[in-house]
């Protein structure tokens, strides 16, 4: 992959963090979906709430370990930019475009550089992961996680000595944070991951 290449995929990045971006605000002022599209969001801001003041014992019953996972996650952030949905959006608007730009790339690894702009395109424009990373819900950072560790990965399998440890380092603790969230995603990665390992690699750049 070329510098045009990665400046492309800058790009497709850039322009899927800025339509999440969009969305998820316009969306804070103005809603576009029905009601029935925002209960999870509501439960996790509300969970993040509870989380800062204190509270959340009493929501514990109806909140899985994934979730709460999550609204720590939220809770974050509202004591660094304030409480609301919007924090938790525009966050996942950026994990939205850095997820475009990692499955662009291993997509480009296992295929080849074209695909894997045509890749990003398609997962930038895809309106069911536009929303789901516009909105402050866990799917965002699910699908990071599951981007990153397929990269590391392939990274890792490309590599040699201690960076090939480092790659698959940081592939597990991708994995590990994966599993907090959404554990039964992980023996499809496991599957995938053996398949990439028998399948002839070519250079990771």
């Not at 709430?49 to 929501?59: F, I, Q, T, W, Y």
């Not at 304030?82 to 730009?101: E, F, S």
Request: charge should be positive.
């Amino acid at each position: 992959m070329n510098r045009r290449w990665w400046a492309s995929l800058a790009a497709v990045c850039a322009l899927g963090f800025s339509l999440r971006a969009a969305v998820g605000t316009f969306d804070a002022r103005r809603p576009l979906f029905p009601t029935h599209y925002y209960n999870d969001e509501r439960d996790y801001v509300e969970a993040a709430s509870l989380l800062r003041e204190g509270r959340l014992d009493a929501r514990r019953t109806a909140l899985t370990p994934g979730k709460e996972v999550y609204a720590r996650w939220l809770a974050l952030l509202a004591r660094g930019f304030g409480p609301g949905h919007l924090p938790g959006r525009l966050a996942n608007a950026a994990a939205g475009g850095l997820t475009i730009g990692l499955w662009g790339w291993s997509t480009a690894v296992v295929t080849n550089p074209p695909a894997g702009l045509a890749a990003a395109a398609f997962i930038a424009a895809w309106p069911s992961h536009n929303f789901h990373t516009s909105m402050a819900i866990k799917e965002a950072p699910i699908s990071l996680l599951l981007a990153l560790c397929v990269a590391a990965l392939l990274a890792g399998l490309a590599a040699d000595g201690r960076r090939r440890q480092l790659w698959f380092a940081a592939a597990a603790a991708a994995a590990l944070g994966l599993s907090l969230m959404r554990a039964y995603l992980l023996p499809i990665l496991a599957l995938s991951t053996a398949a990439a390992a028998l399948r002839p690699g070519r250079p990771a750049r």
